[in-house]
Each structure stands twice: as C-alpha cells, then as structure tokens.
C-alpha cells in the first residue's frame, strides 16, 4: 500500500485490514460503507487528501444532500465510522509498524455504563421500587439503549429496539423468524 491520502488509498486500508485479520470483517465493512458514503460527496479533487477535509463540514454536506434517507442516530454513528477509519488510516500511514486499530466499542462503553448503574441501584437499597415494598429488587438484565436503524429500500428505513447485548445465535433466529413470518409473497 503506498502512502498517498485519498479516498481510494482509504477504502483500501480498511480492505488490507479485513483481510490480514488486523480488524474484525464486519467493522472494516461497516467502516467502508460510511466512508464510501459520506466521502463519496467529495469531488475528485477534495477527496485526494482526505487528512485535510473538515469531517465536520463534510458531514453538514451529507446530511443536507441526505436527510431525508438517514436518522440522525445513523448519522452520527456514520461520522464515528469515518472518524476512526481516517485516524486509523493516517495513524498507520504515520508507522506501520507500530500500528493498532482502533477498537470499535462503543456498544462496550453503553453496557458498562448500564450496568454500573444497576450496580449503583441494588447497593442503595435496590432502589426506590424496593424501599416502597420492602421487598428485594432486581433490575431487568440491560437492554440495548440505541435504536438501530435498518435501511431496507431507498424509501424505508426500520428500526429495532431492545435487544440485550448478550443476544445469542438462537434468540437472533427467533426474531430473525418472526420478521420472516410477517413478509408478504415467497422471495425464498
């Protein structure tokens, strides 16, 4: 990979780090999308040097040429996409080999703060439901927080809520079932 900034040079970072294992396939893509979007409104010549763009700008632009297709959660999770792809991107053009990617754990950061505050919870007492009855008070285990945002056509976007962060292969099924059950004609 040589050293220039462009917007290729980037999408083909994130390839080189899917495919060398340096990063997890699903987040490298993830990553490619948001950059492929959000820095595909560049023109040929601002996209050459993506270390000097104005991200903040550039997401203004997006979003003024995009509103209507994007929730402002997905838009803020595309400019956190980027963020991390361009300083992962110049980070390693920097030093090679002292390079690490960085972790995409903000999902992470969500649950511990959920918990922490459970935690918080039961040692003053299990909280105020629990000081009204006097009886032992658990929490219900931590739910996802964020609403996540599922573009299925160009025109309609649908969202999923509540899932718990230690969702399994299984439970995913049955919901993944459900959804199913509900379509309309047979694309199987």
Do not use: W
């Not at 700008?57 to 980027?82: G, P």
């Not at 992962?88 to 505050?117: C, H, T, W």
């Not at 009204?132 to 969202?159: E, Q």
Request: hydrophobic share 40%; charged share 25%; aromatic share 6%.
């Amino acid at each position: 990979m040589d050293e220039q900034k462009s917007r290729a040079a980037l999408l083909e970072f994130l390839d080189y780090l899917a495919r060398k294992g340096l990063m997890n396939k699903t987040t490298a893509s993830a990553r490619k999308a948001a950059v492929n979007n959000v820095l595909g409104i560049l023109d040929d010549h601002e996209a050459t040097d993506i270390s000097s763009i104005d991200l903040d700008d550039v997401m203004r632009r997006f979003e003024n040429l995009n509103r209507m297709n994007y929730t402002a959660d997905s838009l803020t999770t595309y400019k956190s996409r980027v963020r991390s792809a361009i300083e992962d991107f110049l980070s390693y053009i920097e030093n090679p080999m002292a390079f690490r990617p960085s972790k995409g754990n903000a999902g992470r950061k969500v649950q511990e703060r959920s918990r922490a505050a459970d935690s918080k919870l039961l040692k003053d007492g299990g909280g105020p439901r629990a000081q009204v009855t006097g009886l032992d008070f658990k929490p219900p285990p931590p739910v996802a927080s964020l609403v996540l945002p599922i573009p299925i056509r160009a025109d309609l976007t649908v969202y999923v809520q509540g899932l718990p962060y230690d969702l399994t292969q299984s439970e995913a099924s049955k919901i993944a079932n459900v959804i199913r059950a509900m379509a309309a004609g047979d694309d199987f």
